[in-house]
């Protein structure tokens, strides 16, 4: 019989045995919530071979410590205060800071109160193998718990735990090694409290427990160079008592608590939204907010109030009459504060001459604007969430005040993101020389109200700017695509048979074969683009006895390897989507399944999972249905070569025949499509033609050649994506993966029509997607046929864009997608490379009863969560693909420049500046602008531009939006970042050089 | 409640009006049975307390058992149900075990009347504490003070109020901060936020500048609160049993049956200012003049400030036990 007793702890105790905190629920309401506390004395202190504690334990610090530290020469373990994980993550985590790190429960839980982000990185850090990282349990270890006392605040309470605990084991370390007869006393090893808490600090040394603020551990260390630059800038401020910080005049307004942030936008008063920075005006920024149907504008930098792209920001908007329109004007940060100082930017006289300059820029005729243009205006009052992370910089070579490669001295620098719109970084680092013409990484730390610019800390750095690897690199951390390469665990989800695995033999007794169609004779084929590995998708047709014609849509079965809530299917859905780059592919799936088991590749059995219509020859359809299916394509065709083998009149065969068939009958759907409204959009794309794989430098870029079988495969794509939402739509009405393309609001156009109203008489009627597709086809100019393309690329940008969402969040009567013209829309057809279609793979597989519906596709919760995680990673691919071969487009201009000279290539104006232009150069889908120096006459009104022409005494030059213009393109690497950019002049009409 | 016989309601009578009174526990006419009281039992509510009145003090058994507890709930003011500035609803609840003898019907009854009588007294809107508000017109404190009758062995009344009056003392309101977002109407775009304590009532009206609190935090959810205010305030009960010619004090359940009339006086003992009769109430069948009464109401007052006076030096015992002394003992481990 085992014997039970009960410990039963008499109330008297309370006040030790019980946690009680107050919680106030999203409701409103607050709760009492307690917790029963159970002090033991067998709580290990982790150190290796402790006799006063329990040997089973696991331990990870080692015997003697650290003893590398010179300040510590008889060992150490070092105890973090929370500042320390709350200021220096960054320098914890690096790999040159190894002393061993002992962290309480009660740092852990501060950690996570005051940042989660932070807490899963602490977390991280403690299950890494090698570091040597101890989490001990003070508050429930006896010696170490504490009691509140009264009149104390929460946070002496945790500092009064944090040093009872450095206390306790610096007493528990005599014991853990106990003096041995006959030998010499051994010095032992410390346990050092480290802390910047000045107060904290101060109480230690009352209570002479060791201890030493970040810097000064630091420095102590043997590889300081190295960990210096990591320390975050808010550890930095006691190192320089001298600097007056109170003698600095506040460039900028305090930020409002964050409960009065809330209070305001419940009540109405402000306003909350996400940042954008103006990527041509460092000076202004816009917030978009519910209440507004215009974005409220924020002017200046005391309005921006240290915001910084993507922030999560409170606005508060001014009096109406105080409304201002956005500037025309170019204004580059580099050249406005081009002598501002790193090192003195605070002084007094330099400040006025930033400021006058500033002010002068911003002047631009904000008041004389037509009101129709005026949007809300206002200011930030207050942040509600940083969306800081690492940025991709350079280092700006003028600010280093010494150039000397070797000089290790600590330097202020400025750092220029890479990006238009974040604003200059200043960092301070002792290996500045080193890193001019590198790319780097920099953590913003903190922008205080008196300084003009954020400050931040080196992270690392990614490489020699302009070579591939560091610009590669850069793109995918600047869109934060996760490149990691896939671990084990997500490898220990593929098949085991690996590259050889194939379809088992057909028969009842395998389960890939249960409630499979066999498809395995159809005539099949895949058509692709050039190069194309994982082809997910395949297509065949032909006539049936009675009349009508059966056409499917064949894609590959990736559900049936991806299964729901494994680790595969995690990281999946937080890639969300495969990446594209010019010459790198970022796989959401491991390459196994991308490229070999589920890529429908030709003559080899494949599991699909197929679409499969009955149409009468008019392509309306009598029949559809969905099935499991097993598949063997017959060919894999590029489009070119599919479009050959359509044209040849000398083929007959049955794999030609089906494609004619399915041909004709895409050309009817597309015609059907046209007529309800469909969009036929057009956004600039280009090729870039590499010499070869391995040097991989670009040779050419020439626009994308569409063919005719492009297009088959769209029309079935579309279809089989409409098809598969109606169905699981109607299966999961509550928690159906749809997308829609939301119809733009008319505000959008409203400048694009003016301009064509007032530059070439055209009327865009943006009623309807119809009457917008008919009004862009009459959108001509006889003599320019690029014409009608630049109006339909000026208009795409008007429009929103498409998003996945989940069907039961939304009203039914927004499920429309405006750009296709159709009710009800899906992603069914790539689930190779997005993670949406996995999604909706798996929920019809439920609605044809293949599979039950997994319980996380049943939460309205999860699938919405999802869908916020796969539009931002979708959002962040696209434009990490375009970057990608902008890079690659300026690295071709820059052989072409080598080799010819001079290139000028046609261009359009698509926008017009006070002191420039914005041009197209739809050849190379390139976007430029065209700065003047000289003072122009500008029409805002008529959006033209008057240049004085070159020869003297002839008449001013005008030039307008939409006109033609030839510009001479220069790849010019700036001189203070390294950063390689276009640079276009103007050639003809007039050449700009001079101006 | 005790059912007795009228021989036996006869010998009590005779025994009580005998010179000097006779009492079966022999007590004299105005002492007291031994009461205990211990606050904080309840460690998920606000504050609580148990009460009893003549526990056997071998076994523990016996005695009129009461436990009260104050649990505080987040009311929202202006959609029908919270009162601007916090309101207090009582209610008493018997054990069926208390009772054995009542029907289902007849409890309800008696718990009815138990509740009226706490209700009347202690949800007057001139004894409120002025710190259940938490948001001048949006938000307040709603004080549910609920009290269980375990046992009955008489003198229920003065065990349910001693009872709620400490339940009350020990409740501790969280402290709360409104927060506001007040942007003035005029030329300048100057704005003026502030968060203050909830101490706003005087700018009720104060009409000319329009006040926005529109939510409220709890600036450190570690700590209990502060204490009700004026808790000095809660009265005590006491209960004068009425024998034609004579009255004594905490009758056990066959005085109580034997007499024909009660008298609950409850009073409250200011430091600063006279004794507060907050309410009284006649129980039973018997009559009475005005005479009569105004004479009891002089010994009720000073009967009723012992009970006081003995009740305040508990409390405060109560307060440093499960406050200071169990943390030296926690550091004395």
Not at chain 1, 300 to 311: F, P, S
Not at chain 1, 786 to 810: K, P, Q
Not at chain 2, 111 to 127: E, F, G, R, V, Y
Request: glycine content about 6%; some cysteine.
């Amino acid at each position: 019989m085992p014997e039970i007793t009960i410990l039963k702890r008499p109330r008297e105790e309370a006040v030790i045995t019980q946690r009680m905190f107050f919680k106030k629920t999203a409701r409103g309401k607050v709760i009492k919530v307690l917790r029963e506390r159970y002090l033991r004395d067998d709580i290990s202190c982790g150190v290796n071979g402790c006799r006063a504690c329990d040997a089973t334990a696991q331990t990870v610090l080692s015997r003697s410590g650290d003893t590398t530290h010179k300040g510590f020469p008889t060992g150490h373990y070092i105890l973090p205060d929370t500042n320390v994980f709350l200021a220096q993550m960054d320098l914890i985590e690096s790999n040159y800071f190894t002393p061993p790190i002992i962290i309480l429960q009660t740092v852990m839980e501060e950690v996570r109160h005051r940042s989660l982000p932070l807490y899963s990185r602490l977390k991280a850090l403690t299950t890494t193998d090698e570091r040597k990282v101890w989490v001990f349990y003070n508050e429930f270890r006896s010696e170490t718990a504490i009691v509140r006392e009264d009149d104390e605040t929460p946070n002496d309470r945790n500092d009064r735990g944090i040093r009872k605990a450095a206390e306790w084991y610096n007493a528990h370390l005599t014991l853990a090694h106990p003096p041995i007869r006959g030998q010499p006393n051994v010095a032992l090893p410390k346990v050092v409290l480290i802390t910047d808490d000045f107060a904290n600090r101060q109480k230690a040394d009352k209570e002479k427990i060791p201890c030493i603020s970040v810097r000064n551990y630091v420095d102590g260390m043997k590889n300081s160079d190295q960990l210096l630059d990591l320390l975050s800038a808010t550890g930095s401020d006691e190192v320089e008592p001298t600097r007056a910080v109170a003698g600095r005049t506040a460039l900028y307004a305090d930020y409002l608590p964050m409960s009065t942030l809330v209070a305001g936008v419940k009540a109405g008063q402000l306003h909350q939204g996400h940042f954008n920075a103006n990527q041509y005006n460092y000076l202004e920024g816009n917030v978009p907010v519910p209440a507004f149907t215009k974005a409220v504008l924020l002017a200046g930098r005391e309005n921006m109030n240290r915001a910084v792209q993507g922030d999560v920001v409170v606005v508060e908007v001014f009096n109406e009459r105080e409304w201002k329109a956005p500037t025309d004007e170019v204004i580059d940060q580099e050249a406005t504060l081009k002598n501002d100082d790193a090192e003195d930017s605070e002084e007094e006289g330099d400040d006025l001459m930033v400021h006058e300059h500033e002010s002068k820029a911003l002047r631009a005729e904000h008041t004389k604007k037509a009101p129709a243009e005026k949007q809300p205006t206002g200011r930030v009052v207050g942040i509600i969430k940083r969306n800081w992370r690492a940025y991709v910089c350079h280092i700006d070579s003028t600010s280093l005040t010494s150039s000397n490669a070797t000089s290790l001295g600590l330097q202020t620098v400025f750092a220029t993101p890479v990006s238009r719109l974040l604003p200059r970084i200043r960092l301070r680092t002792r290996q500045a020389p080193s890193l001019v013409g590198n790319k780097i990484l920099v953590t913003i730390d903190r922008w205080e109200i008196t300084s003009r610019y954020p400050e931040g800390h080196f992270v690392r750095t990614l490489g020699k700017a302009e070579s591939k690897e560091a610009e590669q690199e850069s793109l995918l951390l600047e869109f934060e695509v996760p490149y990691r390469p896939f671990g084990k665990a997500i490898l220990d989800c593929l098949p085991p048979e690996g590259e050889q695995w194939v379809v088992p033999p057909k028969s009842a007794a395998n389960p890939e074969w249960r409630d499979r169609t066999d498809l395995r004779d159809l005539i099949i084929c895949s058509i692709d683009p050039p190069g194309c590995q994982d082809i997910d998708d395949a297509l065949h047709a032909r006539r049936l006895t009675n009349g009508n014609i059966e056409a499917g849509v064949h894609i590959a079965d990736v559900s049936h390897f991806v299964h729901p809530e494994t680790a595969m299917d995690n990281e999946a859905a937080a890639r969300g989507s495969t990446v594209y780059l010019v010459d790198k592919r970022i796989d959401m799936l491991p390459a196994l399944l991308g490229t070999n088991l589920c890529s429908l590749r030709p003559h080899v059995e494949r599991l699909a999972f197929s679409v499969i219509w009955e149409m009468t020859v008019d392509a309306e359809i009598v029949n559809v249905g969905f099935t499991k299916s097993v598949i063997a394509s017959k060919a894999a065709f590029e489009y070119g070569e599919a479009q050959l083998r359509k044209d040849d009149p000398k083929l007959n065969d049955n794999l030609t025949q089906s494609i004619r068939l399915l041909n004709s009958l895409a050309q009817k759907l597309k015609a059907k499509r046209m007529a309800a409204g469909a969009l036929n959009l057009a956004s600039p794309e280009v090729k870039i033609h590499l010499d070869s794989s391995e040097s991989s430098d670009p040779v050419d870029v020439e626009q994308k050649a569409l063919h005719e079988t492009n297009s088959l495969v769209e029309e079935f794509m579309l279809l089989a994506n409409t098809s598969v939402a109606k169905k699981t739509q109607e299966s999961f009405p509550q928690t159906s993966v749809l997308r829609r393309h939301l119809p733009p609001p008319p505000t959008n156009f409203e400048k694009l029509q003016d301009i064509l109203q007032k530059r070439k008489g055209l009327k865009l009627d943006v009623s309807s997607s119809a009457a917008l597709a008919d009004s862009l086809d009459k959108c001509l100019d006889p003599k320019e046929p690029a014409f009608n393309t630049l109006v339909r690329i000026m208009a795409t940008r008007c429009m929103l864009s498409a998003e996945y969402f989940n069907s039961g969040s939304v009203s039914r009567d927004t499920f429309g997608h405006y750009g296709l013209a159709s009710p009800i829309y899906t992603h069914f057809t790539s689930p190779i490379r997005r993670f949406a279609d996995i999604l909706v793979h798996r929920q019809l597989a439920a609605a044809i009863g293949y599979t039950p519906l997994h319980p996380s596709l049943h939460s309205k919760m999860h699938v919405e969560r999802i869908m916020e995680v796969v539009n931002r990673r979708h959002r962040m691919a696209q434009m990490a693909g375009r970057a990608s071969v902008e890079f690659y487009v300026g690295l071709a201009l820059k052989g072409r420049n080598e080799r010819e000279k001079e290139v000028t290539e046609d261009a359009f104006v698509i926008r017009t500046f006070r002191n420039g232009l914005g041009v197209f150069v739809s050849k190379l889908g390139l976007e430029g602008l065209v700065m003047f120096k000289r003072d122009t006459q500008f029409d805002a009104e008529n959006y033209t531009i008057s240049v004085p022409s070159s020869g003297i005494g002839r008449p001013d030059v005008t030039i307008s939006v939409f006109d033609k213009v030839t510009v001479r393109i220069e790849v010019e690497k700036d001189k203070n970042t390294q950063r390689g950019r276009v640079k276009m002049t103007l050639v003809s009409p007039v050449d700009s050089r001079a101006l | 409640m005790a059912s007795i016989s009228k021989a036996e309601k006869a010998f009590i009578q005779s025994s009580l009006l005998s010179d000097p009174p006779l009492r079966a526990d022999s007590r004299g006419l105005i002492d007291f049975r031994t009461i205990a009281l211990e606050s904080g039992v309840a460690p998920i509510a606000n504050g609580s307390a148990r009460v009893s009145i003549g526990r056997n003090a071998q076994d523990g058994g016996g005695g009129t058992e009461v436990v009260a507890a104050a649990k505080l709930e987040v009311e929202s003011v202006g959609d029908g149900e919270g009162a601007d500035g916090g309101r207090v609803a009582c209610s008493v609840s018997c054990s069926p075990t208390a009772y054995p003898l009542l029907s289902p019907n007849a409890l309800d009854d008696l718990q009815h009347d138990m509740t009226s009588a706490l209700n009347a007294t202690l949800s007057h809107p001139t004894i409120r504490p002025t710190n259940l508000g938490i948001i001048p017109g949006k938000k307040s404190w709603l004080l549910n003070l609920d009290i269980i009758v375990f046992s009955d062995a008489g003198n229920i009344f003065d065990a349910i109020f001693m009872a709620a009056r400490a339940a009350l003392w020990d409740t501790k309101v969280p402290i709360t901060k409104s927060v506001q977002y007040r942007a003035k109407k005029g030329e300048t775009q100057a704005m003026d936020v502030d968060t203050d304590e909830t101490a706003l009532v005087g700018s009720a009206l104060d009409t000319r500048q329009a006040i926005q609190v529109a939510d409220f935090e709890l600036p450190d959810y570690w700590d209990e609160g502060e204490p009700l205010d004026g808790r000095q305030a809660w009265p005590v009960c006491l209960t004068l049993n009425l024998l034609p010619t004579l009255h004594f004090l905490d009758a056990t359940l066959q005085e109580e049956a034997s007499v024909p009339l009660k008298l609950l006086v409850f009073y409250s003992f200011p430091s600063d200012a006279t004794p507060l009769l907050r309410g009284m109430r006649l129980l039973g069948t018997g009559v009475s003049d005005l005479t009569q009464v105004k004479s009891l109401l002089k010994d009720g007052e000073k009967y009723a400030r012992n009970v006081w006076v003995a009740l305040e030096g508990k409390l405060k015992d109560e307060d440093f036990r499960r406050n200071q002394k169990a943390r030296e003992r926690f550091l004395n481990r």
